[in-house]
């Protein structure tokens, strides 16, 4: 049981460059989020899902994509990177019933 | 819009010393509100509190939820220098969980 995994774990993009965060779970949770977290800050959301197939926008969701075409994965698209999106991304899971919230390691995302 | 509000924003304590960390939220169909601690990491799962009034404790931390007056404390005591961490409250609605900015805390030895 990996739990929650995302990949990479660091990443260097130039400005306008797209890329996709990596973001995998292996414990059948319907919910799944993504956060960014910038010095000083807590987590801020950017996107969840509550099911395969099903996405809706968080508290910061400019300049991001996602989709959810199975229960595991939920992948964070970067459409063409700024350097305000310079940031440390974490991926979470947890079932639909509530209780606990699953991070993923995090990626470390440095737009120049 | 839902918001979660952490004061302090930081604290610097001595070893021994007795801690309180507060959190107030708004929050649309609240379901529960969630305490963190979070080192140079991924931050990791201290309390869940659905209920008010009910503490809920581990070792020297402890927690509770007044869902009236939409706030919650951590309490942490006799701290050790292990207990520097940033502190992140957040609270689970509308099927998002939402966190605060968190309390930075400092024990010094």
């Known amino acids: 049981n990996a739990g929650v995994t995302q990949t990479p774990k660091f990443q260097v993009l130039k400005t306008g460059q797209s890329m996709t965060l990596q973001c995998a779970q292996d414990?059948?949770?319907?919910?799944m989020s993504w956060y960014r977290q910038d010095p000083g800050m807590g987590l801020r959301l950017i996107h969840y899902?509550?099911?395969?197939?099903?996405?809706d926008q968080g508290e910061v969701p400019n300049g991001y994509n996602v989709s959810r075409s199975t229960t595991e994965d939920f992948p964070l698209r970067l459409l063409s990177a700024a350097p305000s999106q310079t940031s440390v991304y974490f991926c979470?899971?947890?079932?639909?019933?509530?209780?606990?919230?699953?991070f993923g390691p995090g990626t470390r995302l440095t737009v120049t | 819009e839902d918001k979660v509000v952490q004061s302090p924003l930081s604290l610097v304590v001595h070893e021994g010393d007795t801690v309180t960390l507060n959190c107030s939220y708004e929050?649309?169909?609240?379901?529960?509100l969630l305490w963190y601690k979070q080192e140079k990491k991924a931050p990791t799962f201290l309390f869940m509190l659905?209920?008010?009034?009910i503490e809920k404790k581990s070792g020297r931390l402890s927690s509770i939820l007044d869902k009236k007056e939409l706030f919650s404390i951590l309490n942490i005591t006799a701290t050790q220098t292990g207990d520097s961490a940033v502190y992140l409250c957040?609270?689970?609605?509308?099927?998002?969980?939402?966190f605060g900015k968190g309390t930075r805390l400092h024990i010094l030895p």
């Open positions: 979470a899971s947890r079932h639909y019933k509530g209780l606990e919230q699953y």
């Open positions: 414990m059948n949770h319907e919910y």
């Open positions: 899902s509550v099911g395969a197939g099903i996405t």
């Open positions: 929050v649309t169909n609240f379901r529960s």
């Open positions: 659905t209920s008010s009034g």
């Open positions: 957040a609270v689970d609605g509308d099927d998002k969980i939402i």
